[in-house]
């Protein structure tokens, strides 16, 4: 059996211009009656990566098995190659209603999951179709680094990103890697050179930086990620702030 994408009111479309950030999303997606802010965030999540993977994305997806014997909605839904991958935003935990969306997909041949938990499982007690679903392989658990067991590493580890890109010389080294790579000779000419090893092996040892085999310096894929991430959220800061200004001095 196979399940299918079917066309409803409720189910909306996600493009890559929606999860350009949070805020874009959550107005052109309003938050579902009966859902929590947390809950909408997941989705954000679960569409950035579905998308990131090149495919077609939607939110509260009808899917019927091809023999109508059964039909379930998921949270959001990825469709590429005629493989489906269904995701169950599951803030508050592995429930009965994911058991039985699990038993239908159990029986299709086209279908993954994705279960998106926001905290670690004190000690999940799975429903049997979870459980054979996660033998298969049918079925993984990503959980969110929020919370948990695994806040306390991922708070840590983005402080010291931003401490690390929060320097300006740094920036000024790493701003201009986004178009072209960058010599020492380079940097040298507008910073000083006393600065640029000690900055070098900073960005280096945290794998921003990779050295090519001219020598030059480029942004390893993490970096280009983490300094496009970084450049938007000041950016957006900066325009927030801004805002908030003008209408204080409007208020005034």
Known sequence: ???????????????????????????????????????????????????????????????????????IIVDVCGVKNKTLTAVFCQTAGIDESLAKSLETINKSHNTNVIILLSRELDEPTLKEPVRIALERGKATMEVLGWFGDTFQETFRETLGLIELLGNETRMRM???????????????????????YHN??????????????????????????????????LEKTRKTLDESRAREVKND
Do not use: C, W
């Not at 299918?4 to 890559?16: D, G, H, I, K, Y």
């Not at 001219?214 to 970096?223: C, D, H, I, R, V």
């Open 1 to 71: 059996m196979i399940l299918q994408l079917t066309q409803t009111a409720e189910m909306q479309r996600v493009s890559p211009q929606d999860i350009l950030d949070y805020k874009t999303f959550a107005r052109k997606h309003q938050t579902p009656a009966g859902k929590n802010e947390l809950k909408q965030f997941e989705r954000f999540h679960a569409a950035r990566n579905l998308i990131s993977q090149e495919m077609d994305t939607y939110l509260d997806a009808k899917l019927t098995l091809n023999d109508h014997s059964s039909t």
């Open 174 to 196: 790493l701003a201009p890697l986004l178009e072209r790579s960058g010599a020492k000779r380079d940097y040298r000419t507008r910073i000083n050179p006393k600065l640029v």
């Open 200 to 233: 070098i092996s900073a960005l280096s040892d945290a794998g921003l930086l990779d050295e090519n085999i001219e020598g030059a310096y480029e942004l390893s894929q993490f970096g280009r990620t983490i300094l496009a991430e970084f450049i938007t959220f």
